[in-house]
């Protein structure tokens, strides 16, 4: 049995780590560690979201999450087959992620938009607008993230009013320069629109 230690990662990383060990896993059983009950509960869900079995077992201050797969990799794709996307957009509208306080806000951003680029699906496009396009401008901490998305094939695109208005224009870093138009038809022709 393949055991993974992921105490002391920060969220998503538990996730993103098991989700990688499962996708690996020539057994059928796993056991995730981890040292908080928040990840034990985030790998939990996601482990039962992948059609397996889990148990958790409490060992001082860490938790043993076992997981057994219990369908195929091939029933696995056809039961989620009718859930498919063909084409995802991600809008996002402030540099920060949720309302309240900003240093959280901007923690939350960062790992977002690092989890986006670890997930195996990616969006086909990324809309920045209001205060949004500070992300895509020198000085942010998530430019190389977004870089990194662009080259895996997303469409990183900047309202360019927004641009104007915070005087960036000139210090866009990655993606390119939309109008409202643009913004307006690849929410319309998605098929799914995801607002963080």
């Known amino acids: 049995m393949k055991e993974i230690d992921c105490r002391g990662m920060t969220c998503p990383q538990p996730v993103v780590t098991t989700k990688q060990a499962l996708d690996q896993l020539k057994e059928n059983e796993l056991v995730v560690i981890v040292d908080n009950p928040s990840s034990s509960e985030n790998v939990e869900r996601f482990a039962r979201s992948q059609g397996c079995s889990v148990e958790v077992e409490r060992k001082g201050q860490d ?30 509208n402030s540099y920060l992620l949720g309302v309240g306080d900003e240093a959280l806000g901007s923690f939350l951003m960062k790992a977002f938009l690092k989890t986006l680029l670890d997930l195996e699906k990616k969006p086909d496009r990324l809309i920045l607008i ?37 005087k960036l224009k000139e210090k866009m870093s990655v993606g390119t320069i939309s109008n409202m138009y643009d913004i307006i038809q690849s929410m319309l022709e998605a098929d799914r629109l995801i607002r963080p």
């Not at 942010?140 to 009013?161: A, R």
């Open 130 to 166: 209001n205060s949004g396009v500070r992300l895509a401008s020198e000085g942010s901490q998530v430019i190389d993230t977004l870089k990194s998305l662009s080259e895996k094939g997303v469409k990183i695109v900047s309202c360019g009013t927004c641009l104007d208005f915070y």
């Open 63 to 92: 938790f043993y999450v076992r997981i057994e797969k219990v369908i195929s990799e091939d029933e696995q794709k056809e039961a989620h087959e009718d859930e498919k996307v063909k084409k995802a957009v991600v809008y996002i």
